[in-house]
């Protein structure tokens, strides 16, 4: 197995994929964590603290490392199983590791080590451009909160998860280019708008609960989605019942790709 995640390891630092998309992530919650940080800022104190309590501000634009960025590690993961069939790098890694479940932990565990990276480059881009404008605007920043710790913790916990969540869909579907259109499409544009119409009745606002996306909001705790939209039927789930929830969608990807696409012929 040790063997196995230095290979992994090996096979992601020698691409550019890795640092490509850490500067995306950085630039993309770094612009709206700063937008964020200023807009929630502004609210608070023109509405009193009515609209958004100023207590709140800190953990929403903290919390937009996973509420915005959590596509990237998502993506990364499913880049780096999808890579493997497009380029036929499977072949000698199965020749070297004969047992497929062992590089399957391997890929398991280096995808959940970048999350983690992935979830350090959100932070220092939400933490410090956002909360940079935060005490620019004369509020707290709250990083002397023992419950702003424990956001940030669940916030790598999320990212690590998110990218497991990305290797298993790449182990289900082996095609690059579908896996890419589907993540997109899912994150950007499907989700969002099963999250807002779910949200209209109070039966289906249960359902929405367990989407992948608000399954992770209520892991982190916090997210600009419920304060911008402000449609919220039902309480969201427990950050440990998102957790499991999250958990759940990479065990079913995870046991699905297993016992399917892993198993084939790849050359």
């Known amino acids: 197995m040790l063997r196995s995640i230095r290979s992994e390891m090996l096979k992601v630092t020698t691409t550019r994929i890795w640092w490509i998309l850490a500067i995306i992530l950085f630039g993309y919650v770094g612009l709206v964590a700063g937008a964020m940080g200023a807009l929630f800022s502004t609210i608070s104190d023109q509405s009193g603290g009515q609209a958004v309590p100023s207590e709140s501000v800190p953990p929403l634009v903290y919390s937009i490392a996973t509420a915005v960025g959590y596509v990237i590690p998502l993506l990364f993961g499913a880049l780096a199983s999808t890579s ?40 220092v881009a939400s933490v410090g451009i956002g909360g940079l404008v935060i005490a620019l605007t004369g509020h707290e920043t709250l990083l002397g909160e023992p419950d702003t710790w424990a ?14 969540i990305g290797v298993a869909l790449g182990v289900l579907i082996p095609n690059q280019v579908a896996v890419i259109v589907i993540v997109l499409a899912f994150t950007q544009f499907v989700e969002p708008l099963l999250r807002a119409a779910s949200a209209f009745w109070e039966w289906t606002a249960e359902l929405g609960r367990f989407l992948p996306g608000a399954a992770g909001d209520a892991l982190v705790g916090s997210s600009i989605y419920t304060s911008l939209t402000g449609m919220v039927a039902v309480d969201p789930l427990e950050w440990w019942q998102g957790g499991l929830v999250l958990a759940g969608y990479a065990a079913v990807f995870l046991v699905a790709g297993a016992l399917t696409t892993w198993r084939r012929d790849v050359t």
Request: charged share 10%; no cysteine.
């Open 84 to 123: 493997e069939f497009r380029h036929q790098t499977l072949t000698p890694t199965f020749l070297a590791t004969p047992k497929r479940s062992l590089v399957l932990g391997g890929k398991i565990t280096t995808g959940a080590i970048w999350g983690v990276l992935y979830a350090g480059v959100g932070l």
């Open 151 to 164: 956001l940030l913790g669940r916030i790598v916990l999320a990212m690590a998860l998110w990218s497991i």
